[in-house]
T-cell receptor, first 114, second 118 residues
Framework: AQKVTQAQTEISVVEKEDVTLDCVYE???????LFWYKQPPSGELVFLIR??????QNEISGRYSWNFQKSTSSFNFTITASQVVDSAVYFC???????????FGAGTQVVVTP | GAVVSQHPSWVICKSGTSVKIECRSL??????MFWYRQFPKQSLMLMAT?????????EQGVEKDKFLINHASLTLSTLTVTSAHPEDSSFYIC??????????????FGEGSWLTVV
């Protein structure tokens, strides 16, 4: 069975601090996708990244970066120089390739204060 | 712009009534759509997989007679909450799988629907 663990319930930081969100997953599949989504208070899910299990390269997109470590089944997300607009709940999710249904982690609430 | 549209965004209904939520793929055909439910301060939980032209597949613990899913066309899936009760109040969000292209697994989410049963 698939499982996604986000152990951090809430992280509070002051603006401009970096924040790292942990994500650990379990799957028996050799091929899978990992995702990160941002959910602001309005509720919609904002897609941040999708990573194929065969691609272990780390990725940077602006202030966002992701560290995929297959050996430890982790897919951590870092926000550099956080801003108030980064305040939201962030979800890590796992999906089998070619299927489409996602197993979400519990989510991490990020609170960035000025 | 949105490629999966959900309607309504907000709905308030009286206890005992039924409410329908629509999920549309706007510029692609989706043979498979997914419905999730999210209670306040909790994660998103998959309720069911909506299959065009066939019965939906429900996750364990989800009442199929209470949450009716109809996927009558390649661009529309509907979730009907029948005989709604206050405990059904939740955020419902759908997703659709876009199988075009080589990736075969691009997933788009709708905007979500807030249901309040009073």
């Amino acid at each position: 069975a698939q499982k996604v663990t986000q152990a951090q319930t809430e992280i509070s930081v002051v603006e401009k601090e970096d924040v790292t969100l942990d994500c650990v997953y379990e799957t028996r599949d050799t091929t899978y996708y990992l995702f990160w989504y941002k959910q602001p208070p309005s509720g919609e899910l904002v897609f941040l990244i999708r990573r194929n299990s065969f691609d272990e390269q780390n990725e940077i997109s602006g202030r966002y970066s992701w560290n995929f470590q297959k050996s430890t089944s982790s897919f951590n997300f870092t926000i550099t120089a956080s801003q108030v607009v980064d305040s939201a709940v962030y979800f890590c999710a796992l999906s089998e390739v070619g299927w489409g249904k996602l197993q979400f982690g519990a989510g991490t609430q990020v609170v960035v204060t000025p | 712009g949105a490629v999966v549209s959900q309607h309504p965004s907000w709905v308030i209904c009286k206890s005992g009534t039924s409410v329908k939520i629509e999920c549309r793929s706007l510029d692609f055909q989706a043979t498979t759509m997914f419905w999730y439910r999210q209670f306040p301060k909790q994660s998103l939980m998959l309720m069911a997989t909506s299959n065009e032209g066939s019965k939906a597949t429900y996750e364990q613990g989800v009442e199929k007679d209470k949450f009716l899913i109809n996927h009558a066309s390649l661009t529309l899936s509907t979730l009907t909450v029948t005989s709604a009760h206050p405990e059904d109040s939740s955020f419902y969000i759908c997703s659709a799988r876009d199988q075009r292209g080589t990736s075969g697994n691009t997933i788009y989410f709708g905007e979500g629907s807030w249901l309040t049963v009073v």
